[in-house]
T-cell receptor, first 113, second 111 residues
Framework: SAVISQKPSRDICQRGTSLTIQCQVD?????MFWYRQQPGQSLTLIAT?????????ESGFVIDKFPISRPNLTFSTLTVSNMSPEDSSIYLC??????????FGSGTRLTVV | QKEVEQNSGPLSVPEGAIASLNCTYS??????FFWYRQYSGKSPELIMF????GDKEDGRFTAQLNKASQYVSLLIRDSQPSDSATYLC???????????FGAGTILRVKS
Protein backbone atom coordinates (compact mmCIF):
# COMPACT_ATOMS: atom_id res chain seq x y z
CA SER A 1 0.00 0.00 0.00
CA ALA A 2 1.00 3.65 -0.38
CA VAL A 3 3.13 5.33 2.26
CA ILE A 4 2.22 8.91 3.14
CA SER A 5 4.52 11.41 4.79
CA GLN A 6 2.56 14.19 6.46
CA LYS A 7 3.97 17.25 8.13
CA PRO A 8 4.00 18.99 10.45
CA SER A 9 2.98 16.38 13.00
CA ARG A 10 1.74 19.05 15.36
CA ASP A 11 1.67 22.80 15.74
CA ILE A 12 0.41 25.45 18.08
CA CYS A 13 -0.74 28.56 16.23
CA GLN A 14 -2.05 31.98 17.10
CA ARG A 15 -5.60 32.80 16.10
CA GLY A 16 -5.86 34.72 12.86
CA THR A 17 -2.83 33.05 11.32
CA SER A 18 -2.65 30.27 8.71
CA LEU A 19 -1.01 26.85 8.66
CA THR A 20 -0.15 24.78 5.62
CA ILE A 21 -0.08 21.00 5.96
CA GLN A 22 1.79 18.88 3.44
CA CYS A 23 1.31 15.30 2.32
CA GLN A 24 3.79 13.45 0.16
CA VAL A 25 2.91 10.00 -1.22
CA ASP A 26 5.48 7.44 -2.35
CA UNK A 27 3.47 6.58 -5.47
CA UNK A 28 1.27 8.37 -7.96
CA UNK A 29 -2.38 8.56 -6.94
CA UNK A 30 -5.36 10.08 -8.68
CA UNK A 31 -7.24 11.43 -5.69
CA MET A 32 -6.14 12.63 -2.30
CA PHE A 33 -8.59 13.19 0.51
CA TRP A 34 -8.35 15.63 3.41
CA TYR A 35 -10.15 14.87 6.66
CA ARG A 36 -10.64 16.63 9.96
CA GLN A 37 -11.02 14.84 13.28
CA GLN A 38 -12.22 17.11 16.05
CA PRO A 39 -11.50 16.10 19.65
CA GLY A 40 -13.43 12.96 20.57
CA GLN A 41 -15.09 12.81 17.16
CA SER A 42 -14.85 10.69 14.06
CA LEU A 43 -13.40 11.72 10.73
CA THR A 44 -15.15 14.26 8.53
CA LEU A 45 -14.13 14.74 4.91
CA ILE A 46 -13.09 18.30 4.08
CA ALA A 47 -12.36 17.94 0.39
CA THR A 48 -11.16 15.70 -2.40
CA UNK A 49 -8.13 16.86 -4.40
CA UNK A 50 -7.54 15.78 -7.98
CA UNK A 51 -4.40 16.72 -9.82
CA UNK A 52 -4.96 19.47 -12.33
CA UNK A 53 -8.40 20.53 -11.17
CA UNK A 54 -10.05 22.42 -8.37
CA UNK A 55 -10.64 20.49 -5.18
CA UNK A 56 -14.18 19.38 -4.41
CA UNK A 57 -15.35 20.57 -1.00
CA GLU A 58 -17.90 18.93 1.25
CA SER A 59 -20.84 20.78 2.71
CA GLY A 60 -19.70 23.12 5.44
CA PHE A 61 -16.20 23.57 4.10
CA VAL A 62 -15.16 26.38 1.76
CA ILE A 63 -12.12 27.07 -0.35
CA ASP A 64 -11.38 30.43 1.28
CA LYS A 65 -11.00 28.73 4.66
CA PHE A 66 -9.30 25.52 3.47
CA PRO A 67 -7.46 26.16 0.22
CA ILE A 68 -5.92 23.03 -1.27
CA SER A 69 -3.17 22.59 -3.80
CA ARG A 70 -2.46 19.47 -5.86
CA PRO A 71 0.48 20.29 -8.11
CA ASN A 72 1.26 16.68 -9.08
CA LEU A 73 0.19 13.09 -8.51
CA THR A 74 2.28 12.58 -5.35
CA PHE A 75 1.80 15.77 -3.37
CA SER A 76 -0.92 17.96 -1.86
CA THR A 77 -1.24 20.74 0.68
CA LEU A 78 -4.12 21.90 2.85
CA THR A 79 -4.06 25.36 4.37
CA VAL A 80 -6.15 26.25 7.38
CA SER A 81 -6.67 29.99 7.05
CA ASN A 82 -7.53 32.72 9.54
CA MET A 83 -7.56 30.18 12.34
CA SER A 84 -9.76 30.27 15.42
CA PRO A 85 -9.77 27.94 18.44
CA GLU A 86 -12.62 26.00 16.77
CA ASP A 87 -10.12 24.86 14.14
CA SER A 88 -8.17 22.92 16.75
CA SER A 89 -8.33 19.38 15.39
CA ILE A 90 -6.33 16.61 13.85
CA TYR A 91 -6.04 16.96 10.08
CA LEU A 92 -5.37 13.87 8.02
CA CYS A 93 -4.70 13.19 4.37
CA UNK A 94 -5.63 9.90 2.76
CA UNK A 95 -5.16 8.10 -0.53
CA UNK A 96 -6.70 5.04 -2.08
CA UNK A 97 -4.48 2.27 -3.39
CA UNK A 98 -6.10 -0.30 -5.61
CA UNK A 99 -6.43 -3.53 -3.70
CA UNK A 100 -5.18 -2.07 -0.44
CA UNK A 101 -7.98 0.25 0.58
CA UNK A 102 -7.43 3.74 1.92
CA UNK A 103 -4.26 4.72 3.74
CA PHE A 104 -3.92 7.70 6.07
CA GLY A 105 -1.04 9.97 6.84
CA SER A 106 0.14 10.24 10.42
CA GLY A 107 -1.93 13.35 10.99
CA THR A 108 -1.33 16.95 12.02
CA ARG A 109 -2.47 17.88 15.50
CA LEU A 110 -3.35 21.58 15.40
CA THR A 111 -3.96 23.69 18.47
CA VAL A 112 -5.10 27.28 17.99
CA VAL A 113 -4.60 29.63 20.93
CA GLN B 1 -30.52 9.34 10.29
CA LYS B 2 -26.74 9.21 10.19
CA GLU B 3 -25.19 7.66 7.11
CA VAL B 4 -23.08 5.26 9.14
CA GLU B 5 -24.02 4.29 12.68
CA GLN B 6 -22.00 2.54 15.33
CA ASN B 7 -22.54 1.98 19.01
CA SER B 8 -20.06 4.27 20.72
CA GLY B 9 -19.41 1.80 23.53
CA PRO B 10 -17.26 1.25 25.38
CA LEU B 11 -17.47 -2.45 24.63
CA SER B 12 -15.63 -4.38 27.32
CA VAL B 13 -14.54 -7.97 26.76
CA PRO B 14 -12.19 -10.23 28.71
CA GLU B 15 -8.90 -11.26 27.20
CA GLY B 16 -9.31 -14.26 24.94
CA ALA B 17 -12.98 -13.62 24.20
CA ILE B 18 -14.59 -12.69 20.89
CA ALA B 19 -15.33 -9.01 20.40
CA SER B 20 -18.21 -8.19 18.07
CA LEU B 21 -18.42 -4.72 16.57
CA ASN B 22 -21.42 -3.66 14.53
CA CYS B 23 -22.17 -1.02 11.95
CA THR B 24 -25.25 -0.07 9.93
CA TYR B 25 -25.42 2.23 6.93
CA SER B 26 -28.24 4.06 5.23
CA UNK B 27 -27.12 4.33 1.60
CA UNK B 28 -28.23 1.21 -0.29
CA UNK B 29 -25.84 2.22 -3.07
CA UNK B 30 -22.81 1.63 -0.83
CA UNK B 31 -20.39 -0.79 -2.39
CA UNK B 32 -17.28 -0.92 -0.22
CA PHE B 33 -16.97 -1.32 3.53
CA PHE B 34 -13.91 -0.73 5.67
CA TRP B 35 -12.87 -1.31 9.24
CA TYR B 36 -10.17 0.86 10.80
CA ARG B 37 -8.50 0.71 14.18
CA GLN B 38 -7.40 3.95 15.80
CA TYR B 39 -5.27 4.14 18.90
CA SER B 40 -5.43 7.31 20.94
CA GLY B 41 -3.33 10.02 19.32
CA LYS B 42 -2.67 7.97 16.20
CA SER B 43 -4.10 7.96 12.71
CA PRO B 44 -6.55 5.25 11.57
CA GLU B 45 -5.05 1.94 10.51
CA LEU B 46 -6.89 -0.24 8.00
CA ILE B 47 -7.81 -3.66 9.38
CA MET B 48 -9.74 -5.00 6.42
CA PHE B 49 -12.29 -4.22 3.76
CA UNK B 50 -15.14 -6.18 2.23
CA UNK B 51 -17.24 -5.80 -0.90
CA UNK B 52 -19.30 -8.94 -1.19
CA UNK B 53 -22.00 -10.37 1.02
CA GLY B 54 -20.75 -12.96 3.46
CA ASP B 55 -17.64 -13.34 5.56
CA LYS B 56 -14.04 -12.38 4.97
CA GLU B 57 -11.38 -13.62 7.34
CA ASP B 58 -7.89 -12.29 7.97
CA GLY B 59 -6.09 -13.81 10.93
CA ARG B 60 -8.05 -13.09 14.11
CA PHE B 61 -10.38 -10.71 12.27
CA THR B 62 -13.57 -11.56 10.38
CA ALA B 63 -15.68 -9.00 8.56
CA GLN B 64 -19.29 -9.87 7.83
CA LEU B 65 -21.45 -8.04 5.30
CA ASN B 66 -25.19 -8.25 4.75
CA LYS B 67 -26.24 -5.74 2.11
CA ALA B 68 -29.93 -6.64 2.37
CA SER B 69 -29.90 -5.65 6.02
CA GLN B 70 -27.37 -2.83 5.41
CA TYR B 71 -25.21 -4.25 8.14
CA VAL B 72 -21.51 -4.88 8.47
CA SER B 73 -19.69 -6.30 11.47
CA LEU B 74 -16.19 -7.07 12.65
CA LEU B 75 -15.37 -10.03 14.86
CA ILE B 76 -12.10 -10.15 16.74
CA ARG B 77 -11.22 -13.60 18.03
CA ASP B 78 -8.90 -14.22 20.97
CA SER B 79 -9.05 -10.54 21.93
CA GLN B 80 -5.86 -9.11 23.40
CA PRO B 81 -5.31 -6.02 25.54
CA SER B 82 -3.44 -4.56 22.56
CA ASP B 83 -6.74 -4.63 20.63
CA SER B 84 -8.07 -1.93 22.94
CA ALA B 85 -8.73 1.00 20.62
CA THR B 86 -11.49 2.80 18.75
CA TYR B 87 -12.83 0.88 15.75
CA LEU B 88 -14.16 2.94 12.88
CA CYS B 89 -16.54 1.67 10.23
CA UNK B 90 -16.45 3.42 6.86
CA UNK B 91 -18.37 2.99 3.61
CA UNK B 92 -18.29 4.39 0.12
CA UNK B 93 -20.43 4.28 -3.00
CA UNK B 94 -17.69 3.50 -5.43
CA UNK B 95 -14.19 2.25 -4.96
CA UNK B 96 -11.88 5.23 -5.14
CA UNK B 97 -14.46 7.69 -3.89
CA UNK B 98 -14.71 9.36 -0.52
CA UNK B 99 -15.28 7.41 2.66
CA UNK B 100 -18.06 8.17 5.12
CA PHE B 101 -17.13 7.24 8.67
CA GLY B 102 -19.16 6.16 11.64
CA ALA B 103 -18.52 7.68 15.04
CA GLY B 104 -16.49 4.67 16.15
CA THR B 105 -16.79 2.05 18.89
CA ILE B 106 -14.39 2.05 21.82
CA LEU B 107 -13.20 -1.48 22.60
CA ARG B 108 -11.59 -2.35 25.92
CA VAL B 109 -10.02 -5.76 26.37
CA LYS B 110 -9.42 -6.55 30.02
CA SER B 111 -6.64 -8.88 31.09
Amino acid sequence: SAVISQKPSRDICQRGTSLTIQCQVDSQVTMMFWYRQQPGQSLTLIATANQGSEATYESGFVIDKFPISRPNLTFSTLTVSNMSPEDSSIYLCSVETSGYGYTFGSGTRLTVV
Amino acid sequence: QKEVEQNSGPLSVPEGAIASLNCTYSDRGSQSFFWYRQYSGKSPELIMFIYSNGDKEDGRFTAQLNKASQYVSLLIRDSQPSDSATYLCAVNREYGNKLVFGAGTILRVKS
